[in-house]
Each structure stands twice: as C-alpha cells, then as structure tokens.
C-alpha cells in the first residue's frame, strides 16, 4: 500500500535524524548561524523532562500558556470556547453541578464516571491557552472539589469507582479508568499555577495504588486497555518528586496493562489510538528499543490492515473488523483526538519527526470536519468517503446501530467531553524545549512562543505563516540582551527544495533532514525566513482497490460537494443538523489531465469550511452512474480500479479534505473495462482472523474447532441468487456446510432454485481437531 511506502520512507528519514547532528557542508560566515542536521544532544534543564534513571526525552511540552496561537488556529479555539465544548454544562447532564459524584467530598453522587473528567481534560487546556478567564476558574472549581475529595488511604474520586459501578454497567472490580483522566486536569492545573498540593496529592494517591493486591490493578474493561494513561501520570509523578518506589510502581502498571508489545491488544478504535504507545512509554524505563519497536509494529499492522485513505485514520467504527477496511467507514472523534495526543507523546519520547506528520495529518484533514464549522456540533463518525451525512441506521455496515453522522451538541457521549483536547494540546505543542535549551518548531502555525533558553533568559518569538496552506513561514526574534541557544526547524517529509534564510541570508540546508538546528548568538530584531514548497501528488492506493487520492503537502484534497443543512432538532443556538448533497459526488478522477492548483485567495479565520477553502485544485474527472448512496445513506463500497466510466469528462473541484463535511476522498480511477457492480455486498461473519487479506473472500476457521461458523453476504438491493458454490482449501471442506437465504427477516437453507434475497448465508460445521480455509465463495 503507498501509504506503507510512505511510512517507511519517513521512519528512514527520521532514524538518520538520529545519528547525531552534522554540520551542512561549506564555510561559515561571520556572524552566521551553524546549521546542522538533526535535534540538539542532551536534557533542557530549563523545561526537565524524565528525571534519570528515564531516558532524556529530546523533546519537551512547554508549560501550557507558553504558546498563544495565532491565525486559524486561534479561531478553532475561540469557536470552541463559543460553541459546545464551552458551554457544555448546558448540553450534558454530565457536566453540571447539581448532584454530581465529582463535586462531593466523599465522592457520593451521580455521574461519576468518564465524561466529565473527559471534558475537564481539554477544557481547562482551552481556558489557559486562550486566556480566557470564565474557563480557568469554572476549571479550577471541579480541580479544588477534586483536591478536597481524597481519603485517608488516598483514594480520591467518585466512591462508585471503587467498585467499578460506573453508568455503562457493572464491572464489579475497581475501576481506576476515571481518575486516569483527571489526573490529566490536575497535572495542567499544577502547571500552569504550581500548586504543590497536586504532587502530594498524588504520591498518596500512587502510594495507595501501589499497596493494592496484583489482581485488584487494572483488572478488566477499559482501564486494563488504557493502563498506558496511568504509566504516563506516574513517569510524571517521579520526575516531579524523585521517589525511587515510583518506578516499581510503574513496573507493575506495565505488567498489569494489556499485552501490548505482544501484539493488537484490542481491536477497538478509541482503545487503539489510546493504548498502542504502551509500550514505547515503557521503553523509556527500560532503555530497550524491542518495547519502542512494539508500538511501531502495532501502529504499522493497524494501517496496513485497516488504513482507510488520507486523514491519518483507520476503518474502526467502533471496532476494526474484517471485511470493513474501505474509505466509507468512519473513525471516532475520540479516537481523533486521543491518535493526535500519542503522535504527539511518541514524538517527545523518540524525536522522531514522522509522528509529528501523523499529527499533523489529523489535524488539517480529520479533526475539522467532526465537528461543524462554528464548533457547535459533532459526529461520532469521519470517513474519508462520506457524501450523506443523515440519521439512518447504518449497521451493519457500519458497527454501532443509529445515528453516527448527524452533527449533534446533544450526542455522542463520550466525543461530546473528550474532543474537548483536540486543538487545545496539539495548540499547546506547536513548540518544544530542545536539547541544549533550545527550542523547537514542531508545527507550524501563526503563534507567539514566551519561554526561557539558554541559561535562563527569556526569549519570545513571533511566528507568521498561513501554513498548512500557505508554504512561508517567518519568524522575528525578541529578546533583552544577546543570547545563545539552538532553535530547532522540523523540515517536513514532503517539502520539495526547502529554503532557509536568516535575516535575509541564505543558509545552506542539509538534504533530507526533518530536524535542522541553527546555533547561533540571536539578538533582537534577528529574522528566519523558510520556505516549505510542496507539489500536488496523486496517491495510489493497491490494497484499497487501486484508488487515488490527491494531496498537496500536509493537505488532502477531497471533491467539493454542493451542502445542503437541515436542522431536525435543538434549541436556541444548538441546532442538530442532518447534511445532504446538493451536486453530484460520484466521480473518478481521469488521471490522464493534469491537476492544476489555484489559490482561491487569503487564508480567512475559518478556512474549514467549503466556502472559505483558501486552496483549489482543479482536476478532469468523469461520473460513475452506478456508484450510488445505499438505502442506509452510505455511498456504494469503492471497486477495483481503473473502471470503466464512460461518461463526458468534467472539471471536479478540489478542496482541502478538513473543509469538507460532505466528501469523496478516495477516488475510483477511469480508463478501465471493468463494470461497477452496483449491488456489491457487505462480509460478515461469525469469527475470523485480522490477518485475513484486504480483499474479500478469504476466510479462515483456524481458531475454530468443533463449531458452528458462518460468512454472510449482505447486499444494498434485493439480489436473484442462482448460484452459491464455495471454494475450500487444501485441507479440504468442513465436516458439513449449507447455504441460507434470508426471507422476512428468517434463515431458510437454500434449495438451489433461483430465489431473490438480499442476504446468503454460508454455515460450516468444524470438525473438532481441523480448521478450515475457505478460498473463494462466488455467489452469482
């Protein structure tokens, strides 16, 4: 698959980052810059990150306000304080004070559970970031209920949580998963005011949870999954405080996690975007790179299997299944936000600038369109392919039943609080402390950047750029009096002949790197000036039938699709909106034309949103009649490219993929002889590897013995069966097998006679030792 390509590309890059700087080649000027290769060696002992015997981490958070956004970015967070994030105690029940189990001093009451802290978690990010003084002291008044809620023993929280008794059901364990998420809010609390209470608050906390028998510690259920969060709080916790039991505490945390360095632990979408760095966090405790490699591994096998297009996602619309790997399928908003923040985790940890791209990529083409464009609604669903945004039950297509795509204030539970974090983190993070205290440029954006380099004085820096969309990036230095420090430039992947200037001068640039560290003496005034050129691409994609995306950069570019909104429901300024398409959507591009790009003109303060889109690319394009919306409202499932579409070509408008709510992103490619089949089923079936092929059928009963399986064929419209005859592998068929067709909602074994249906069902009888290997099942 191209993207695995491209990864790999980026991990060859990213590891010769790694080797150490290098100088450019050539004579230095007087008073010019040395520009070298790679990230500054060594701690910040400004901004100290893990505290030995840890890793260095060669990347380090700045404290949340360092950095106050400017430009677009600055919108999304105003919006958000405007919109349901901010203003979500009068949307969830969740969220208000009366009765609540996070406002109690002895944890009594009700909603007790993930949501708020979930909330909290990006809230008070939003308030600090912003400077918005609503929001940091309606925070600080759930943070202060917290501080008071903490027992003798030092358990704090809700007291349901003791047993587990959260509102999605029983666990009947103790559920450590909520408090994970308000440590969160207490760590930023802590940070931005220095309130000591925070790390005594926890160690007693953590001295409490390391007395725990082994099989009370993250017993089952999400924090079993999740132990990752916890491993970070207490890394935190040690460097903040020193004390050596800590680190066995940790330990143990690892061992009673998830296997995840021994593979996928779980197949869930929130939980894999969550949890597979586990194992990486736990490298920086063990110094071995087997534990840094897993979490690579879990993250490459994901996207191989189920990466679904551009967006930096993958096809988990709840849980990542078999047969459902295609551009249709849709990524959580929680898995959104929670994928960005360990991108942004592994890229402190390891230096490695790919999953800053990762990041990145979320940000610009995924996390827009989740929610609407003034940030006062979202869906639980964001799909590469996703031309109908309605109310209708897609499952089983899709995994969860009823509405996934309707953007809704009201909605969605857990998205509701936790996309709370999205733009504030990935805001807080546009720069780093660096090794010899520097900084560095992580991502982009117009900002303004107040921290201390050097041995301690204080530096700002004035950021302006239209970046992602625009290529120029500047910066203007302020400081006092003279100082020396390593300012750090991320040269990303795709940018074609960067160019690099300093107060006018041209700097040479070491080829290939996506660090570059320039050391000088600035004084007030000095300027830097890079360029970041970028060409359009098309992408192929062989393992998601042949497909084609077009990017442009750190963009991609989804069709632009006429909106038409219907609000169905909500009060006053909270509307629920279902989104259909006013034009036509079913095209492939014709890559014979070339693409053209065309600045549509200044970066406006919303640029996600099809209106204001500030870049265009114009394409030829031709329509495919027979891909068409399901009866569910899901689009056709992509086929095998190129096909044949014999229509007139047209000109297809492009946009920017994060300013499309309506959108095809994967595109079919014309010029073929194969015909669309427009009646293409869905497979389910009974059980089944994740390591199936991407293509359908084949299916395997391996882990099965003794049983009764089944593979379905679902279709769109009702089908005239006339043949249903399955292919087995080398180990021959099952013991028994029948087909069915569906008929009024029932199964009836199939007589063979021609009979129309829109369901067949394969059933196999296991024998008890001997799996099966099903090779093809053509059903015509």
């Known amino acids: 698959m191209q993207r695995a390509v ?65 430009g677009w970015l600055a919108e999304q967070l105003r919006r958000m304080a405007d919109g349901f994030t901010g203003r979500l ?38 308030g600090y970031v912003l400077r918005n003084q609503r929001i940091i002291n309606e925070s600080r008044q759930w943070v202060e209920a917290v501080l008071r809620s903490q027992r003798d023993d030092g358990w704090f929280g809700p007291a349901a949580n003791l047993v587990g008794e959260h509102t999605l059901g029983r666990l009947e364990a103790l559920d450590l998963w909520p408090n994970m998420v308000m440590i969160y809010v207490l760590r930023t609390h802590h940070e931005a005011t220095g309130d000591r209470r925070v790390p005594a608050f926890l ?108 967006g930096g996602g993958f096809a988990a619309d709840e849980n990542a299944r078999p047969g459902f790997r295609g551009p249709r399928q849709g990524t959580e908003t929680c898995t959104w936000v929670e994928l960005m923040f360990s991108h942004e985790m592994l890229l ?23 929610m609407t464009p003034d940030l006062r609604g979202l869906h639980y669903l964001t799909a590469p392919n996703q031309p109908q945004l309605d109310r209708q039950d897609k499952a089983p297509a899709i995994d969860n039943s009823g509405d996934m795509y309707s953007y809704n204030p009201y909605g969605y539970r857990c998205c509701q609080h936790n996309a709370a974090m999205g733009w504030p983190w990935f805001a807080e993070r546009q720069w780093m402390a660096a090794g010899g205290n520097g900084l560095a ?51 990303p992947s795709w940018a074609r002949q960067p160019r690099l200037a300093v107060n006018g001068r041209p700097e040479p640039l070491p080829a290939g790197a996506p660090w570059v560290t320039l050391e000088r003496t600035w004084r007030e005034g000095d300027r830097v000036e890079l360029e970041l050129p970028r060409q359009i691409e098309v992408r192929r994609w062989p393992d998601r039938m042949n497909a084609a995306s077009v990017h442009y950069g750190p963009l991609a570019f989804s069709l632009k699709i006429d909106e038409e909104w219907r609000a169905y429901g909500g009060e006053g300024g909270w509307k629920q909106y279902e989104v259909f ?18 600045p549509a003109g200044p970066v406006p303060a919303q640029p996600f949103e099809p209106a204001a889109a500030p870049l265009r690319i114009r394409a030829r ?16 499932e992509l086929q095998q490219s190129p096909v044949r579409a014999d229509g007139p070509a047209e000109e297809a408008v492009l946009i920017p993929m994060g300013a499309a709510r309506l959108r095809i992103t994967m595109f079919p490619v014309a010029g073929g002889e194969t015909e669309w089949d427009a009646n293409a089923p869905i497979v389910l079936a009974s059980r089944a590897t994740h390591e199936d092929p991407p293509d359908r059928p084949g299916f395997r009963f391996g882990g099965a013995r003794g049983s009764k399986e089944w593979i379905e064929y679902r279709y769109p419209w009702p089908k005239t069966v006339r043949r249903a005859q399955p292919v087995w592998g080398d180990g021959g068929a099952p013991q028994a097998w029948r087909v069915l067709v569906e008929a009024a909602g029932t199964w009836k074994e199939w007589t063979g006679a021609p009979v129309e249906t829109q369901a067949v069902r394969l059933e196999v009888e296991l024998a008890p030792r001997r799996g099966v290997e099903l090779k093809q099942w053509r059903v015509d």
């Open 581 to 598: 398409p006013k034009s036509a959507w079913n095209y492939a591009l014709d890559l014979e034309a070339p693409l053209k790009l065309e």
């Open 621 to 636: 394009a031709r329509r495919v009649p027979e891909w068409k919306l399901e009866p569910n409202g899901l689009p056709g």
């Open 6 to 70: 491209c990864l790999a590309v980026l991990a060859a890059l990213a590891a010769a980052a790694q080797t150490g700087p290098s100088p450019a080649k050539g004579p230095q000027r007087a008073g010019a810059p040395s520009v070298r290769a790679g990230l500054p060696p060594g701690q910040n002992t400004l901004y100290p990150g893990n505290r030995a015997p840890l890793r260095e981490l060669p990347l380090v958070k700045l404290p949340v306000g360092a950095v106050e956004p400017g």
């Open 203 to 310: 160690l007693r906390y953590y001295r409490w949870f390391h007395a725990q028998p082994l099989e009370n510690i993250l017993p089952a259920s999400w924090q079993k999954y999740r132990g990752g969060d916890n491993l970070d709080h207490i890394y935190w916790l040690y460097s903040q405080t020193g004390e050596k039991w800590l680190l066995d505490a940790a330990r143990v945390n690892h061992e009673r996690t998830a296997d995840w360095a021994g593979g996928i632990a779980s197949w869930h979408g929130v939980n894999f975007g969550q949890c597979f760095r586990e194992p990486a966090q736990y490298f920086q405790q063990t110094h071995d790179t087997r534990y840094l490699r897993a979490a690579e591994r879990n993250y490459d096998t994901m996207m191989r299997l189920y990466g679904n297009g551009p």
């Open 89 to 126: 105690p009068e949307l969830s029940q969740y969220c208000r004070r009366e009765g609540n189990a996070w406002l109690d001093p002895q944890g009594h009451g009700r909603f007790g559970w993930e949501e708020l802290p979930y909330w909290l978690k990006g809230y008070i990010n939003l």
């Open 441 to 491: 440029a992580v991502f982009y954006s117009a900002n303004t950047v107040r921290a201390r380099v050097g041995r301690g004085e204080e530096v700002v820096i004035r950021e302006e750029t239209d970046y992602p969309f625009g290529t120029a990036v500047r910066m203007a230095i302020q400081t006092k009096a003279p100082v020396r420090f390593p300012l750090v430039l991320r040269i």
């Open 348 to 370: 402190s940890i390891t230096g490695d600038a790919k999953w800053a791209e990762r990041a990145e990529e979320i940000a610009f083409n995924s996390l827009p369109a989740s």
